[in-house]
């Protein structure tokens, strides 16, 4: 099998909620996904997707994805789209950086793979080890009042593990906190996000006052060196998100002993291929993984729940729906929700079809 071309689309996600906030001012109502289409010489069609969480979140520009495509295209047509090792290779020799563009075809060559051999992506990735996934639902940064209400409604339609998004004036997060640890129920997993808002002193105050509640704190300050210096020194559990870049970065932080969990954001890492070494280094190492990504549709969606799926049950923290996140659905076949869980179907490769009447495009073709 070779693949014969590469057309890239893209798609407008709107959040499903008023504005999705987080700390340092950052605030998004609207998304810009790329969904990238790879045909072979026989027959089979591939889909991977990539939609960064806005242009300050993580190092990644949906207006750079067709620079990047463009630049990567000459290199993987006619090449064998099962080999995902050594097409990644190839790609990271045509293009240094831009591990978001690499994702998004790896991730369609991925989609080929499970096609040609008749099976859905989790069991080429290691079996369906997880068949039943824990979601977790964000709280977005508002109002204390907008706050408790949201998680409230999130526990009402049946989650039970919830991103609480901090980043508010310290003493203001420590007040609203306590007042949402009134309804805390047994079995909840709360995990404070401050998106690396804080200092290392403002976060030591932040965990000092509140180390009876039950909270893991995410990514505490902006560098991974501040991130470390406060481990050492937290009342709760650390969990590292946006200073974790590479495989390299993840082997650092496993050898610090730097972090208790991690978010495994696939596109961030360059795909499926990248994130399932990763998965395994941190599995072998005994630390939790929320797998998930930064946004995205039912494609997103689909490829980071296969990886979730075939992840050992005690070391999947919990994944995510993004694709209920929008009002915009940009593919059919997304993973199955219900009560606060997901599941991955048995079609083959990530088991999902674009909406290409929803994109826009052909905006590259190759």
């Given at each position: 099998m070779?693949?014969?071309?590469?057309?890239?689309?893209?798609?407008?996600?709107?959040?499903a909620?008023?504005?999705y906030?987080f700390?340092?001012?950052?605030s998004y109502?609207?998304?810009?996904?790329?969904?990238?289409?790879?045909?072979?010489d026989?027959?089979l069609?591939g889909?991977?997707?990539v939609?960064?969480?806005g242009?300050?979140?993580?190092p990644?520009f949906s207006?750079?994805?067709p620079?990047?495509?463009?630049e990567?295209a000459?290199h993987?047509?006619?090449?064998?789209p099962?080999?995902?090792?050594?097409?990644?290779?190839?790609?990271?020799r045509?293009l240094?950086?831009h591990?978001?563009a690499?994702?998004?075809i790896?991730?369609a060559?991925?989609?080929?793979l499970?096609?040609?051999?008749g099976?859905?992506?989790?069991?080429l990735?290691?079996?369906?080890?997880?068949?039943?996934?824990?979601?977790h639902?964000?709280v977005p940064?508002?109002?204390?009042?907008?706050?408790?209400s949201?998680l409230a409604?999130?526990r009402k339609a049946?989650?039970?593990?919830?991103q609480?998004?901090?980043?508010?004036?310290?003493?203001d997060?420590?007040?609203m906190?306590?007042?949402?640890?009134t309804?805390w129920q047994?079995?909840?997993?709360?995990?404070?996000?401050?998106?690396g808002?804080?200092?290392?002193?403002q976060?030591?105050?932040?965990?000092?006052?509140?180390?009876h509640l039950?909270?893991i704190?995410?990514?505490?300050c902006a560098?991974?060196?501040?991130?470390?210096?406060?481990?050492?020194?937290a009342?709760?559990?650390?969990k590292?998100?946006?200073?974790?870049n590479?495989?390299a970065?993840?082997?650092?932080a496993?050898q610090?002993?730097?972090?208790?969990a991690?978010?495994?954001?696939v596109?961030?890492?360059?795909?499926l291929?990248?994130?399932?070494?990763?998965?395994?280094?941190?599995a072998?190492?005994?630390?939790?993984?929320?797998?998930?990504?930064?946004?995205?549709?039912g494609?997103?969606?689909a490829?980071?729940?296969?990886l979730a799926?075939?992840?050992p049950?005690p070391?999947?923290?919990?994944?995510?729906?993004?694709?209920?996140?929008?009002?915009?659905q940009?593919?059919?076949g997304a993973?199955?929700?219900?009560?606060?869980?997901m599941?991955?179907?048995?079609?083959?490769?990530?088991?999902?079809?674009p909406?290409?009447d929803?994109?826009v495009?052909?905006?590259?073709?190759?």
């Amino acid at each position: 099998m070779r693949i014969t071309g590469l057309t890239a689309y893209r798609g407008a996600l709107r959040y499903a909620g008023t504005a999705y906030a987080f700390a340092g001012g950052r605030s998004y109502q609207q998304f810009t996904s790329t969904v990238v289409v790879l045909t072979t010489d026989e027959g089979l069609t591939g889909y991977g997707e990539v939609c960064p969480c806005g242009p300050s979140y993580m190092p990644a520009f949906s207006g750079g994805l067709p620079a990047c495509l463009e630049e990567l295209a000459p290199h993987v047509i006619g090449e064998d789209p099962r080999h995902t090792s050594r097409l990644h290779r190839k790609m990271d020799r045509a293009l240094n950086g831009h591990a978001y563009a690499k994702a998004a075809i790896d991730i369609a060559c991925w989609d080929l793979l499970g096609k040609a051999a008749g099976l859905p992506v989790h069991v080429l990735l290691g079996g369906l080890l997880t068949e039943t996934m824990p979601l977790h639902r964000i709280v977005p940064l508002a109002s204390p009042e907008a706050m408790a209400s949201a998680l409230a409604t999130h526990r009402k339609a049946g989650f039970r593990h919830f991103q609480i998004k901090l980043g508010h004036d310290v003493d203001d997060d420590i007040a609203m906190m306590r007042s949402l640890a009134t309804s805390w129920q047994p079995g909840e997993v709360w995990v404070g996000d401050i998106n690396g808002a804080w200092r290392r002193d403002q976060v030591a105050r932040f965990s000092r006052s509140l180390e009876h509640l039950d909270l893991i704190l995410e990514q505490p300050c902006a560098s991974y060196e501040e991130c470390l210096s406060f481990r050492q020194r937290a009342h709760h559990p650390i969990k590292l998100d946006e200073c974790l870049n590479s495989v390299a970065d993840v082997q650092r932080a496993l050898q610090d002993d730097a972090m208790d969990a991690m978010s495994l954001k696939v596109s961030k890492f360059g795909g499926l291929t990248p994130s399932r070494l990763i998965r395994d280094l941190c599995a072998a190492a005994g630390i939790p993984m929320t797998i998930e990504d930064a946004w995205g549709s039912g494609i997103a969606t689909a490829a980071y729940a296969q990886l979730a799926a075939s992840t050992p049950t005690p070391y999947l923290l919990n994944t995510t729906d993004l694709h209920h996140f929008n009002t915009t659905q940009l593919a059919a076949g997304a993973p199955q929700v219900i009560d606060g869980t997901m599941r991955v179907g048995e079609r083959p490769g990530l088991g999902i079809t674009p909406d290409i009447d929803q994109l826009v495009g052909p905006i590259l073709q190759f």
